[in-house]
């Protein structure tokens, strides 16, 4: 397995990707149309945030969205990894891990102190998250009242 930042080609399949991926990291909460996604995503490109891929013999099989972010409290600029998702196929072969590691060493390498990341309570990949070291800073309430 190799882990690096896509090619053009690569990028825009990820983008056509996502919509699915944010419907899935959000456990069918949110269902993104590709115009959606463009207006999440290209502005954190366009600060300097970047894909790390997964591939084996050029065929994606995941990926990460990492840069930076503002505490929105201290004003502290710290690491943020925006997304991270593996495609169906390529599930339980411990690429999420092998993403996450690369990542963390990309951001410590660029000098964060801290990392962060967001994740819906549900979604499975908290555990994940907790074994590689992630702890819960702040949660988000949620309150649905008929309208």
């Known amino acids: 397995m190799e882990i690096r ?12 990707l996502s919509p699915q991926a944010l419907f899935e990291g959000t456990l069918g909460g949110v269902r993104p149309t590709d115009e959606k996604m463009k207006q999440l ?14 591939t084996e013999e050029d065929e ?26 593996v495609l169906q ?10 993403l996450m590691k690369n990542a963390i060493e ?6 964060y102190s801290e990392i962060r990341l967001g994740v819906f309570a549900e979604n499975h990949a ?14 988000t309430m949620s309150l649905l009242v008929n309208r």
Request: charged share 25%; glycine share 10%.
């Open 5 to 16: 930042k896509p090619n053009i080609v690569e990028l825009e399949n990820i983008l056509k």
């Open 41 to 54: 995503v290209e502005p954190l490109l366009g600060k300097g945030c970047y894909y790390l891929i997964a």
């Open 60 to 85: 994606l099989m995941g990926w990460i969205l990492i840069g930076s972010s503002k505490d929105q409290f201290t004003d502290e600029i710290i690491g943020f990894i925006y997304e991270l998702y």
């Open 89 to 98: 196929d390529f599930r339980g072969k411990g690429i999420s891990k092998h």
């Open 106 to 111: 990309h951001l410590e390498s660029e000098g």
């Open 126 to 139: 908290v555990q994940l998250y907790k074994q590689m070291g992630f702890s819960e800073r702040n949660i």
